[in-house]
């Protein structure tokens, strides 16, 4: 059996700093955060971005995890160069071989601390769980999305990636750390409890579904001509009800929520999204039954079977 | 009499971006604010570094304002030449003369509004005092500091920075957004009183005076090892007692207040100081009479004499 090796992944966006600064300091003091005994690697998604105070150089690099024919070593996009790099090292296959990855973000919108996982892989559902059923984190589940895709945890077998908001890019916040070093150290319990084959399930997951998203009010010439509402601006992961306004404009106009389903908006006003044409994302909520299946397909990589 | 124009700044800093959306809209509807027929010019300071989302390209534009000699339209530096390029077009003795300046900024501290002043020019104080007459806002008289010079303001016979957190950088918001546009027609219509000697202007002066900045904690390589304490974060303007935490370790190390004079914090925690090595500033609360000259000055300036 192979050693089962974590790779913890700060700053894939450089301006995300607190995970950053959280793993220089554990570099400086071993004894910071319990990994349980689990060998680890920690890596700096984007240190030029980070250099730079920006969220990346060339290309989002948490969206330049393509199939592996596209990584390149040698392309001149800093972040497709990383990518591979990064698989290269620590990719199931790489010169330090990791069978799990975890990415520590942070947002501007008021998500709280919670899990993205990215589409329906057991393992990570399995985690996701084990999690949720410690701390009651909400879990976005991204999917169906074509255009937002190559996401770094999707080059290993299990993977989540952790949010936690609100802050500033570039800004460091106390809460902020230590959620991060929370959920850190929890995850690395409940891998270790996994190893040691003492783990207990719950027998549901509370599952927010990714829908769409949407845009904010435009121009014709495609300029942002609308803010999030007030009684919108920090409400995520509140029920939105038809006719709930969503944007307004100077001139008064209220653009509302007009869908006949009560979906939950995660995401905001997340800084970085709207770049992208992402005001807010919409979630169904949804109840799940936990599946067998998941957990045999986290003990087996965790045991590497 | 040469007429009265005012020269209104937003996007000095290219990632507080609320000033410069509203300027960018109003430019669509020119109803959207009052100025109450005084003429003015909106400038937005750093489009580049508007475009680059960042906060300037080479250097901080509100900090590049230097003596005129050394003001150079052929620098390669982008904001010293840009800096050139501002005071060549609405400088006093500009293409377009202005007499006032006022620049929209915004701030990641929880500084609510405030206006800062820059030395003690009669005229600012003055126009400060007529708007926090108006609408209480807190004035930061920022002087003695020999490392932060160069600011727009001081290019021009007389001008304010407005400043309103806390914010994002990079992040629109419908309270700052609205913020802005109240205190800007406050301005514009205080201005206008003065100009038609409408003027009332109150007997005392409530300033908070810069004493000095503190860094971060640092350790022996220089970098930045201990955060802004929780009891601290947010709590801009709140008077500092002997022994009030200011900072924390990972290792529960705590760096406390240890002067003996009750000194009020701001900007703490602005995230575009961080590399100025600035964790807050202090400043002590002062009650001043209003003095004549000031307002002889303000009239003057106005009205052209």
Same mark, same amino acid.
């Given at each position: 059996?192979?050693?089962?090796?974590?790779?913890?992944?700060?700053?894939?966006?450089?301006?995300?700093?607190?995970?950053?600064?959280?793993?220089?300091?554990?570099?400086?003091?071993?004894?910071?955060?319990?990994?349980?005994?689990?060998?680890?690697?920690?890596?700096?998604?984007?240190?030029?971005?980070?250099?730079?105070?920006?969220?990346?150089?060339?290309?989002?690099?948490?969206?330049?995890?393509?199939?592996?024919?596209?990584?390149?070593?040698?392309?001149?996009?800093?972040?497709?160069?990383?990518?591979?790099?990064?698989?290269?090292?620590?990719?199931?296959?790489?010169?330090?071989?990791?069978?799990?990855?975890?990415?520590?973000?942070?947002?501007?919108?008021?998500?709280?601390?919670?899990?993205?996982?990215?589409?329906?892989?057991?393992?990570?559902?399995?985690?996701?769980?084990?999690?949720?059923?410690?701390?009651?984190?909400?879990?976005? @589940?991204?999917? +169906?999305?074509?255009? *937002?895709?190559?996401?770094?945890?999707?080059?290993?077998? %299990?993977? =989540?990636?952790? #949010? $936690?908001?609100?802050?500033?890019?570039?800004?460091?916040?106390?809460?902020?750390?230590?959620?991060?070093?929370?959920?850190?150290?929890?995850?690395?319990?409940?891998?270790?409890?996994?190893?040691?084959?003492?783990?207990?399930?719950p027998n549901k997951l509370i599952?927010?579904?990714?829908?769409?998203?949407?845009?904010?009010?435009?121009?014709?010439?495609?300029?942002?001509?609308?803010?999030?509402?007030? @009684?919108?601006? +920090?409400?995520?992961? *509140?029920?939105?009800?038809?006719?709930?306004?969503?944007? %307004?404009? =100077?001139?008064? #106009? $209220?653009?509302?929520?007009?869908?006949?389903?009560?979906?939950?908006?995660?995401?905001?006003?997340?800084?970085?999204?709207?770049?992208?044409?992402?005001?807010?994302?919409?979630?169904?909520?949804?109840l799940w039954d936990f599946?067998?299946?998941?957990?045999?397909?986290?003990?087996?990589?965790?045991?590497?079977?």
């Open positions: 059996m192979k050693q089962l090796q974590v790779l913890l992944v700060a700053g894939t966006h450089g301006n995300e700093i607190n995970g950053i600064w959280l793993f220089d300091e554990w570099k400086k003091s071993s004894f910071l955060i319990n990994t349980y005994g689990i060998k680890t690697f920690k890596v700096i998604g984007n240190p030029e971005a980070k250099k730079a105070g920006k969220r990346y150089i060339h290309h989002d690099l948490n969206r330049s995890f393509k199939e592996e024919s596209c990584l390149s070593i040698n392309s001149s996009n800093f972040e497709e160069r990383r990518a591979s790099e990064i698989v290269y090292l620590y990719g199931e296959a790489g010169e330090n071989p990791c069978q799990i990855a975890l990415d520590f973000h942070t947002t501007t919108a008021s998500m709280g601390s919670c899990l993205v996982v990215y589409g329906r892989r057991d393992a990570d559902l399995a985690l996701a769980s084990l999690i949720q059923n410690q701390l009651g984190l909400p879990i976005y @589940l991204h999917e +169906s999305d074509q255009e *937002q895709t190559g996401f770094l945890v999707e080059s290993w077998p %299990c993977g =989540l990636v952790i #949010e $936690i908001g609100p802050i500033g890019q570039g800004l460091l916040n106390s809460k902020i750390i230590l959620q991060t070093k929370l959920i850190l150290e929890t995850l690395m319990e409940q891998i270790h409890q996994v190893k040691n084959l003492k783990l207990f399930f599952i927010h579904r990714h829908i769409k998203s949407i845009d904010f009010p435009r121009d014709e010439e495609g300029n942002i001509d609308g803010y999030v509402h007030p @009684l919108r601006q +920090s409400k995520d992961w *509140q029920e939105l009800k038809k006719n709930d306004e969503l944007f %307004c404009k =100077l001139n008064g #106009e $209220i653009i509302r929520f007009e869908e006949d389903e009560p979906y939950i908006p995660v995401f905001i006003n997340e800084a970085a999204y709207a770049e992208k044409n992402i005001a807010m994302s919409f979630t169904k909520r949804e599946q067998k299946e998941w957990k045999k397909s986290l003990i087996d990589l965790i045991h590497q079977k």
